[in-house]
């Protein structure tokens, strides 16, 4: 498959993780100015994880993607990058 | 921890990204004056913050380039491994220096940054080609670059446009849309050491990348990119007087 194609993909995986982020901001939000936000502190904790781990799962998207077009170098590193996140946030 | 309305900071996000749309910027270099210099927050929390609005507007703008086939995945995915390094380094190594330091550096990009504004071609012509060494050197200047995300909390684009430009053969549109995408990588990263540290607070993160996000969406439907150049010299000059202002806060107290 070609690499326009490859990128329209890994565009519509962009988009998703836009909606996602926009939904979990706007829950952020609510939960905030609801009140809820003093009682329900690990739910903002982890929708706010969620936030910060968008991009790395947009990568581990990227990766899926890139393996089916057949990029493996780039499907490669974008795992690894996943990776790394993963290990920098969580280990470390 | 500084306490501040979450409404004044989306209010200040939502300023900031309709003007960064307006001027096809980032907005980071916006950011991090306004939470020190307005808001009084300390310059690592403006930092983190700043780093979670250029991940915010990082997807949005990435989800538009990609679908148009203007992102090089391979050089992105390339030059991000020496990026994330710089980005996460330079983050740890944030909370270590002293906020003056950090200030008197933000300065310094600042005017920098104006200057190139004031100086940048925006033809969208392609360079003649690749430069011979330009992969490697292109990664070390991303190194620099990733630092600049880590430690000042701003796109980097004043660097990594250049170098995509001049080392790699990239034309501006190509240079703009492989940049949007990497420091949205890279800023991800770089946010890591700030949370760990406690130097965020997690509900002003979302006001702020909200609000960033709205300002540049509703601005982009509003107002068409401003070329005019006087636009962009008044911005540059907002920009050396705020790095002035910066300087002058941080070290004035000597």
Not at chain 1, 20 to 37: D, K, N, P, R
Request: aromatic residues 8%; proline residues 3%.
């Amino acid at each position: 498959m070609s690499e326009q194609q490859a990128n329209r993909s890994v565009g519509i995986a962009y988009r998703v993780t836009w909606y996602v982020m926009m939904l979990v901001l706007v829950m952020i939000i609510v939960i905030e100015e609801s009140g809820l936000g003093n009682s329900l502190p690990a739910a903002i904790d982890r929708l706010s994880t969620l936030y910060m781990a968008l991009i790395p799962l947009a990568l581990l998207a990227l990766a899926v993607i890139l393996q089916l077009h057949k990029a493996r170098v780039s499907a490669t590193v974008s795992f690894i990058l996943f990776l790394l996140w993963v290990g920098l946030r969580f280990l470390v | 921890m500084v306490e501040v309305s979450p409404w004044l900071i989306f209010l200040f996000c939502s300023g900031v990204g309709a003007l960064a749309a307006i001027l096809g910027l980032g907005g980071g270099i916006m950011l991090v004056p306004i939470f020190t210099l307005l808001l009084n927050l300390p310059i690592q929390q403006a930092v983190g913050l700043s780093l979670c609005c250029v991940m915010a507007t990082s997807v949005t703008a990435t989800s538009r380039y990609l679908p148009d086939g203007l992102v090089d995945l391979r050089m992105v995915l390339l030059l991000e491994i020496t990026t994330i390094i710089g980005s996460y380094g330079a983050a740890v190594v944030a909370g270590q220096i002293s906020p003056k330091i950090i200030a008197l550096l933000f300065a310094v990009v600042m005017v920098f940054s104006a200057v190139m504004m004031l100086f940048n071609k925006s033809g969208d012509t392609q360079e003649d080609r690749a430069h011979k060494h330009g992969v490697p050197l292109a990664m070390g200047g991303s190194l620099i670059a990733g630092g600049l995300v880590g430690l000042l909390g701003i796109g980097g684009g004043v660097i990594k446009v250049p170098i995509l430009r001049l080392l790699l053969g990239k034309t501006m549109k190509q240079a703009v849309a492989a940049s949007t995408m990497m420091v949205g990588i890279s800023a991800a990263f770089g946010l890591l050491p700030y949370v760990q540290r406690g130097d965020i607070q997690m509900t002003h993160m979302a006001y702020a990348s909200l609000g960033t996000v709205a300002g540049a969406f509703i601005s982009s439907r509003l107002f068409h990119k401003i070329e005019s150049i006087y636009i962009k010299v008044l911005f540059s000059l907002v920009l050396i007087y705020t790095a002035v202002n910066m300087i002058i806060k941080t070290w004035g107290g000597e």
